[in-house]
């Protein structure tokens, strides 16, 4: 069935969406894919800030280029990550590996294993989900 009026899940998001579209900068699929992306990227970072002898020898200037990748995310890269879930079967794996392609094409992806290094899938939901809510009531 595609996604209409008639089909969402809730009227919120059928008949009353001209009253709640802005939310879904906030709650949508796309926009939770984006929180999770931003929680990965600035883990990384944070990664880099540490003594890691893996990391140490990190450029940081390239820290704002990898908040670009999630700043500047967009509809092609939520799609890439849904494609990528329906190998993995997972959600926040195909954020990881969608992560992992953008840092090849950025010439650093011999630093990409530390991309969700240590975490579970609930430390990235657990941390985006409040974030999503906070800067949605700002």
């Known amino acids: 069935m595609e996604l209409n009026v008639l089909s969402a899940v809730s009227p919120i998001d059928?008949?009353?969406?001209?009253?709640?579209e802005t939310l879904s900068?906030?709650?949508?699929?796309?926009?939770?894919?984006?929180y999770r992306v931003r929680?990965?990227?600035?883990?990384?970072?944070?990664?880099?800030?540490?003594?890691?002898?893996q990391l140490k020898d990190f450029d940081k200037s390239l820290f704002p280029t990898l908040r670009k990748i999630y700043s500047e995310i967009s509809e092609?890269?939520?799609?890439?990550?849904?494609?990528?879930?329906?190998?993995?079967?997972?959600?926040?794996?195909?954020?990881e590996y969608l992560?992992?392609?953008?840092?090849?094409?950025l010439?650093?992806?011999?630093?990409?294993?530390?991309v969700h290094f240590g975490?579970?899938?609930?430390?990235?939901?657990n941390t985006a989900t409040p974030l999503m809510i906070k800067e949605a009531t700002v």
Do not use: W
Request: net charge negative; with cysteine; charged share 30%.
């Open 14 to 20: 059928g008949r009353y969406r001209r009253h709640t």
């Open 25 to 34: 900068n906030y709650f949508s699929e796309a926009a939770l894919i984006k």
């Open 39 to 53: 929680i990965e990227i600035e883990y990384f970072i944070q990664l880099c800030e540490l003594p890691l002898p």
């Open 76 to 95: 092609a890269d939520t799609q890439r990550v849904k494609e990528i879930e329906k190998t993995t079967n997972h959600d926040v794996k195909a954020v």
């Open 99 to 105: 992560i992992k392609e953008k840092m090849e094409t």
């Open 107 to 114: 010439g650093i992806g011999n630093q990409m294993e530390f």
């Open 119 to 125: 975490l579970t899938s609930q430390d990235i939901n």
